[in-house]
Structures are given as C-alpha cells and as structure tokens.
C-alpha cells in the first residue's frame, strides 16, 4: 500500500477552475495548480508528477500543445485533456497519436473524474513497475554479461597460464601433439648434437658452501645456460645434480645443429670464465666446468601418462656423456663426428684416440674457438 499521495498537475487559465479541482481531490491526491504551460513546466522540472490534466483552450499554448511540448523531457506523466464538445476532434486524433490517455468533456463529474483519475494512476504504476523491471532486468543481464566476460577471462588467462607451464615443461610441438591426440610418439632423428655439462668437484663445493647459497649459485649458472640455449635454438632436456643436458636438432630436425651447439658450448665457458674471475676476486671458491658434445641418431619423445618430460634415448647420449667425463674443467671435447660438421667454423685441437668408458677409444677434440 502506497503511503504518499500521488501527485496530480492540474493547468488551466481560470483561477477559479484550478480552486475548484483542488478542493474536490486534495484529499485524495497531492494537487500541484498552474496558470499556464510556462508554470506547468517549472513545476514539472522540481515535482515527481503522475498525472498532467491540461485545459485544452488556453491562451498563448493549447492543451495538446503543452503535452506536446513536454513529451521529450518528461514522458513517463500520465497525460490527460479537459475539453468542450467543440474540441473532441482535435483531441481525438492527439489521443489516437498516443499522446493524451483520456479527454474529459466540461463540466466535469467529480466521481466519474475521480476513477477516471484512479485508473490513470493504475496505469502509471503498472508502467512505471514495467520500466523499474525492465532497468533491472538490464542491469541484471548486464551483470551476467560482465560475470560471463570475467570469468571468460580469467579461463582464457588460465588456459594461458597452463600452455605457457606446458610449453615451459616441453618443447612447444610436443605439447600441441599431446593437446591434440593426449599422447605423443617418440621420434627417431638422424643427427642431433647431444651436449651434457658437469662442475668439477661439486662433491667437495657442497661442502664448502651453505646450501641455500649453493642453490642460488646453482640457479644462476643454469639460468645462464638456459638463455644460451634459447639463443641458439637447442632444446633443453634436463638437469640431474649439478648436470645440465641439452641438444641441437630437435623437437624440429636442424641442419646445423652441431654448430648451434659448439658455437652455445663456447658462450657457456665463456659465461663461467668470467663468473671463475669475479669470483676470485672477492677470494670465493670457483666453480669450474667440463664440457662435451656428440651428434648421431638418437629417438626422442615422451613416455608414461603422469609428470610428462621430454626425453632423449640411444647410443648418442651415451658417447656425449663420455666427452664429458673424459673431457678437461674449462674446455669443449667433442667427438669426431661432432668434429666433421663443424671443422670448417671452429678451431679444434686433436686430441687422438681417448679411451671412453665403456666406449673404447674415441677419436676427441677441443674445440679452440671460431675460426678467424
């Protein structure tokens, strides 16, 4: 039940009239009087009106004039006209134009006005309830549709989130074949340059140094290398210990994967020499690191169902964990066949036959630097 009175705009040019319409119904309604369409529309611009009543003949602007007028700035107002018989043409055609609700011919009856009013005032709390639901209707949708695009953004940003950890934890062709078939076959390569990386005497470093300490070390070296290999487009394979393994030439065959490789190697003892420097003189302990490399065949993929890795397997990365092991702190050792495809860039120093383990003898190299 509605506690505030409806407020009703009654405009007519005789004085008399406005006294008698507001004595007859301010009981019922907040009666609001003007003399002209000028006061009716201040009046307008400061009052919630409901209902506008307007004589039709008035001098200056007729009723359907003023409604006219008023229709831009106020539309929602129930409009209605009062008229003599003289008039209802005119009035008609503006209530068939949907601008006035109802015409009242003169002299009025105060009871047949009052429901004429009550049902006008129905009408205006119907359409006004019509609008307030449509706007929350609106508002609500709109909400929907925000709440639909957030989280539409927060599952393409996780989505993100999860490729990007994907294709940090495996070579970004691997990871589209497990999205698309939810496995992916191991693949056999003809040539790919296999390059393994140890510290010497990490043994005797872990005992010098505290472990937090050891680890940041540990990190730095390894993010190093990480860059390096990006830059030369090797495929990091990974770290066991204080082991790094990498290689050129796959996920995507690599012509000159032995001289991406070489030329990674040499910016990795590059990278340690200077670190060997720095640290010595703050009078810390250096790191120092052997180095090997070999290319052959070897297959390549990613086994299992739970906490994927891309793997290598074969002879290949057997031979370069031997050129690694048999190789000297601070320099490259290469096999012979890593050696024939890159003799021409590189500047190698042959060290003969080497006795590998397991492996027999193996014709070795260093590798000097570019060839100028």
Request: charged share 30%; glycine share 6%.
């Amino acid at each position: 039940m509605r506690e505030e009175k409806e407020h009703i705009l009654y405009v007519d040019d005789e004085p008399d009239n406005l006294t008698v319409f507001k004595s007859n119904f301010r009981r019922h309604y907040k009666i609001h009087t003007a003399l002209s369409a000028d006061e009716g529309i201040e009046i307008l611009k400061e009052q919630d009106i409901h209902i506008i009543i307007t004589d039709q003949r008035m001098p200056n602007t007729t009723g359907v004039e003023f409604l006219e007028k008023i229709m831009p700035a106020h539309p929602e107002p129930i409009r209605m006209i009062l008229t003599g018989f003289s008039d209802v043409e005119a009035i008609i055609q503006a209530i068939n134009k949907g601008q006035v609700y109802r015409y009242i011919t003169k002299p009025w009856d105060k009871d047949e006005l009052k429901i004429t009013i009550d049902k006008a005032l129905e009408s205006f709390h119907l359409r006004r309830e019509n609008q307030n639901l449509i706007k929350r209707l609106q508002e609500a949708n709109a909400n929907l549709e925000r709440k639909v695009e957030e989280r539409t953004a927060e599952v393409h940003q996780q989505k993100k989130e999860i490729e990007n950890l994907l294709h940090n934890i495996l070579p970004e062709e691997i990871a589209k074949e497990l999205k698309l078939n939810g496995k992916a076959e191991p693949k056999h390569y003809e040539s790919v340059s296999v390059l393994f990386t140890d510290f010497k005497g990490f043994t005797k470093i872990t005992e010098l140094t505290p472990p937090q300490e050891l680890l940041r070390e540990l990190n730095r070296c390894f993010m190093a290398f990480d860059e390096i290999v990006e830059k030369y487009g090797l495929e990091k394979i990974k770290t066991i210990g204080d082991a790094y393994m990498c290689a050129g030439g796959i996920p995507v065959p690599q012509a000159e994967n032995a001289l991406n490789t070489v030329a990674a190697a040499l910016e990795m003892q590059d990278f340690m020499h200077k670190w060997k420097a720095a640290k010595q003189a703050h009078g810390e302990y250096a790191w120092e690191l052997r180095l090997g490399i070999h290319t052959g065949p070897l297959i390549a993929g990613v086994i299992g169902k739970n906490k994927f890795a891309y793997d290598i397997w074969g002879d290949t990365v057997n031979i370069a964990a031997r050129m690694e092991s048999s190789g000297e702190v601070g320099k490259i050792n290469i096999s012979g066949s890593t050696y024939e495809l890159v003799k021409h860039q590189f500047q190698c120093t042959y060290r003969g036959k080497v006795q590998a383990k397991n492996k027999g003898e193996v014709d070795m190299y260093f590798v000097d630097g570019l060839i100028e």
